[in-house]
């Protein structure tokens, strides 16, 4: 429950930092991932990004079965981690610790 506290601003702050960038931006989100993945440097940085990514997904389908559900359960937050990989797993906090331990609605204090 604690952790909304931390994730909740921190996810607004960087969707809406995220959604200014995308508006701003000259060229998609594809061409701004191929043109990362055309140098050796960025690449390794883009490789080490969604390893991590890979972790929090199999965390969110770990915690999503624990809490009695199905890996279908976490689908939303998984897609969303493979296109905007940090937003996936801070929303599945926010929305899982409001939640409580078995989907029952816990009120913020």
Same mark, same amino acid.
């Given at each position: 429950?604690?952790?909304?506290?931390?994730?909740?601003p921190? $996810?607004?702050? *960087?969707?809406?930092?995220?959604g200014?960038?995308?508006?701003?931006?000259?060229?998609s989100? *594809?061409? *701004?991932g191929l043109? #990362?993945? !055309?140098?050796p440097?960025?690449?390794?940085?883009?490789?080490?990004?969604?390893?991590?990514?890979?972790?929090?997904c199999?965390w969110?389908?770990?915690?999503t079965? !624990?809490?009695?559900?199905s890996? #279908?359960?976490?689908?939303?937050y998984?897609?969303?981690?493979?296109? *905007?990989v !940090?937003?996936?797993p $801070?929303?599945y906090?926010?929305?899982?610790?409001?939640?409580?331990?078995?989907?029952?609605?816990?009120p913020?204090?």
């Open positions: 429950m604690k952790g909304v506290y931390v994730a909740l921190v $996810l607004l702050i *960087f969707s809406l930092y995220t200014w960038t995308l508006l701003m931006a000259e060229q989100l *594809f061409a *701004f043109e #990362l993945m !055309s140098r440097d960025t690449t390794q940085v883009v490789i080490d990004l969604y390893l991590m990514a890979a972790l929090a199999l969110m389908i770990n915690d079965r !624990s809490r009695g559900g890996w #279908l359960g976490a689908l939303p998984l897609l969303l981690t493979l296109i *905007f !940090s937003i996936g $801070l929303l906090i926010v929305v899982k610790g409001v939640a409580g331990p078995r989907g029952q609605y816990i913020l204090r």
